[in-house]
Each structure stands twice: as structure tokens, then as C-alpha cells.
């Protein structure tokens, strides 16, 4: 479940803490589904690893300047994530460095 954005979350968003990102696939139906949007913390990962069940933005592998929203599904002790879709008929699994990741998806905007 990703909680809708509350009057906390919308404040980060309006300081610049929070980034907004539109869903464009359907990798991750049905939690999210094409034109959604979520807010996401940028700097969730400065000192903390991500854990298993968490839903991040990072970018995609093979298309530069394309992001992508996955969930955690194993961080590997080698400085690894691995990550995939809701959806597993309409989602491909990646494999990135850690350091990869842009944020942790914090809730649905609005």
C-alpha cells in the first residue's frame, strides 16, 4: 500500500525535499498505474541501505535518461539491488548498484 500524500509530504514536495514522478507503464499494477504520480525522497538512501518491500525511482539500465519505479525485492550484500515490478507480466527485473538508486517513493500525489 503507498499512502496518499499527506499535508507533511506536500510541504517536503513544496520545500524541495520531496521529487514528483509520473507512472508510465504497468510494470507496477495495480499499485500504480499509468498517470499516476508519487512523490519520492531523493536523499532516503544518504546512510541507509534500502530495505526489502520499498518502492524506488532509479534509472533505467539501458536507456539513458529514463527512470523507473520498481520495488526492492532482495539488496544483495555486495552493494546490489535487485528490483522488480507489481506486475510480473508487464515488468522486466534489474540488477543495479545501490548507489544507483534516486529516491524512495514516499506516497501518491496528490
Request: proline share 18%; no cysteine; glycine share 6%.
Given at each position: 500500500m503507498l499512502p496518499p500524500t499527506g499535508l507533511l509530504e506536500l510541504l517536503r514536495w513544496l520545500l524541495r525535499r520531496r521529487k514528483r514522478y509520473r507512472v508510465t507503464g504497468n510494470s507496477m499494477r495495480p499499485l500504480l498505474v499509468p498517470g499516476?504520480?508519487?512523490?519520492?525522497?531523493?536523499?532516503a538512501y544518504r546512510g541507509r541501505a534500502p530495505l526489502v518491500g520499498e518502492i524506488v525511482v532509479a534509472p533505467h539500465p539501458?536507456?539513458?535518461?529514463?527512470?523507473i519505479i520498481k520495488r526492492v525485492a532482495a539488496v544483495h550484500p555486495d552493494g546490489y539491488v535487485h528490483l522488480r515490478g507489481d506486475?510480473?507480466?508487464e515488468s522486466t527485473d534489474y540488477t543495479l548498484p545501490v548507489q544507483a538508486l534516486l529516491a524512495r517513493v514516499t506516497s501518491r500525489f496528490p
Open positions: 499516476d504520480e508519487v512523490l519520492a525522497d531523493p536523499n539501458h536507456t539513458p535518461g529514463l527512470k506486475n510480473p507480466d
